[in-house]
């Protein structure tokens, strides 16, 4: 099975043509401009979470680094 290799990386994930721009940020793999923050938002774009999915399996998932406001 091949698939086609990434585009360059000046061009932007697909997921920031449906989101604000004040959610999109660099990819923390590839610096690629992605959908980074807020509501549906990931650290990684989608080649570079396929790569993670790929090296550590499908059920792969990234934890908050943000920390939790006491009420």
Same mark, same amino acid.
């Given at each position: 099975?091949?698939?086609? %290799?990434? %585009? %360059?990386?000046?061009?932007?994930?697909?997921?920031?043509?449906?989101?604000?721009?004040?959610? *999109?940020?660099?990819?923390?793999?590839?610096?690629?401009?992605?959908?980074?923050?807020?509501?549906?938002?990931? %650290?990684?774009?989608?080649?570079?979470?396929?790569? $993670?999915? #790929?090296?550590?399996?499908? #059920?792969?998932?990234?934890?908050?680094?943000?920390? *939790?406001? $006491?009420?």
């Amino acid at each position: 099975m091949t698939s086609t %290799p990434p %585009p %360059p990386v000046s061009e932007p994930d697909p997921s920031t043509f449906t989101c604000s721009t004040s959610l *999109v940020g660099p990819c923390s793999g590839c610096q690629r401009t992605t959908h980074k923050y807020g509501n549906g938002g990931l %650290p990684l774009c989608q080649w570079c979470m396929t790569s $993670a999915r #790929n090296n550590w399996g499908p #059920n792969v998932r990234f934890t908050s680094t943000r920390p *939790v406001s $006491a009420p």
